[in-house]
């Protein structure tokens, strides 16, 4: 004769329509509460890379100047292979071994490009102030003594300053910005802005 055993069962209980609902509303709640710390995450990071990056060229730019005894020159860019002659520094810059005698920065024949910076993320936007070309800072170029000059051999009469400024939603104003700010003797420093807005107004900081 067979024998079977019996195994206890159990209730198995799904969730209720109104259950997942509320699960989904919870859920729905804390990614809300996260996107603005997310964005603003990712904003400093950005703006931090994109300075950071800039500051770099910069410095690189006035160390080979003086190493090499010839002007170099940092310019805004919208191919990767000229100047633009206006603030498109959001679109990436070239450094390069400039001949003197330009009034304009202008890569001409002889003269050696030594870098290239492609563009920043699109969520960020720059501004500028100063006495560079065109009114805007579209370049900055250094002498063979690592002095920041005009192409024109004068010194620049104020600080020039580049205001990188992140555009995403959800980031508060005083983490918005990132100030390149340098003096006619070359000295660049990064400094954070407070209350910039997502306009990202024109930098009148002077650096001492």
């Not at 019996?6 to 990614?31: Q, W």
């Not at 009034?103 to 699109?122: H, Q, Y």
């Not at 990188?164 to 918005?176: F, K, L, Q």
């Not at 407070?194 to 650096?207: D, N, Q, R």
């Amino acid at each position: 004769m067979s024998t079977f055993l019996s195994l206890p069962t159990k209730n198995v209980r799904g969730f209720t329509l109104v259950e997942l609902m509320v699960v989904l509303a919870l859920l729905s709640i804390l990614a809300m509460m996260a996107v603005p710390s997310f964005n603003s995450t990712v904003s400093s990071v950005r703006l931090s890379g994109a300075a950071n990056d800039l500051m770099a060229s910069i410095q690189q730019a006035r160390a080979t100047a003086m190493r090499l005894g010839r002007r170099v020159t940092v310019c805004a860019t919208t191919d990767g292979t000229t100047c633009s002659q206006a603030n498109t520094w959001s679109q990436g810059w070239i450094t390069f071994l400039d001949n003197p005698g330009s009034t304009v920065p202008l890569i001409s024949t002889g003269e050696t490009v030594t870098a290239v910076v492609s563009a920043m993320p699109d969520s960020l936007i720059v501004a500028t102030s100063g006495t560079g070309a065109m009114g805007d800072v579209s370049y900055l170029s250094f002498s063979a003594d690592g002095t920041s000059r005009q192409l024109n051999g004068s010194f620049s009469m104020s600080a020039e300053s580049i205001r990188i400024c992140s555009t995403m939603p959800g980031v508060s104003n005083d983490a918005r910005g990132r100030d390149l700010v340098m003096n006619r003797m070359g000295r660049v420093v990064i400094r954070k802005p407070t209350g910039v807005g997502v306009a990202c107004p024109k930098p009148g900081v002077e650096l001492n």
